[in-house]
């Protein structure tokens, strides 16, 4: 009985840490959006933190297809970023008919890791992919071309990968290091 209640216990305490933390994160972000944060300042997003806030706002925009997603931050502004996926079941849940070869392709859950280089500055941030997995198996050179341009974009149309884009709400740069990443706001 001491082990269930003690079970019990260790739940509750995630369950709420990971709360906290999800909410910590979008209190953050609302700050850095309705331009509360103070120019200059260098806004805090722990990878905990980061990681729930993932978890919680991914279920609601991509509400099947997508389980245990999770971002590592690493040195050198590199961030990895893993989760299983049935592109079916996302392409599913967007209305859209993927064809006979896709399905066949994409049908099945799939460990995907992608690895990307951020680059920031001046109000700018660029993404640049340096390694994907799928199912452990590396996609790079001309595959990773063919599924950014016939999976990646015609899907998402407003990805930004390996293209500078601008950062919004008075953002500077992107910082991240190992399990933390900071949003640096124009002076």
Known sequence: MKRFFALTFLICTVLIASRTDYLNAKRKFQAIEKYQVKPGSRVPISSTELNAYVQAELLEAVPQGVRDPRIDLEANNIATGRAMINFLKVQNGR?????????????????????????????????????????????????????????????????????????????????????????????
Do not use: C
């Open 95 to 187: 209305n859209a008919d993927p064809g006979w070869l896709m399905k066949r392709l994409l049908d099945g859950e799939h460990e995907v890791v992608v690895t990307a280089k951020i680059s920031s500055g001046a109000g700018k941030a660029t993404v640049f992919l340096q390694r994907v997995e799928l199912g452990g198996i590396p996609i790079e050179g001309g595959a990773l071309d063919f599924l950014i341009e016939n999976y990646l974009l015609p899907n998402y149309p407003n990805a930004k990968i390996n293209r500078p884009f601008d950062l919004k709400y008075r953002m500077d740069r992107l910082e991240v290091s190992p399990g933390i990443a900071y949003v640096v706001m124009q002076k």
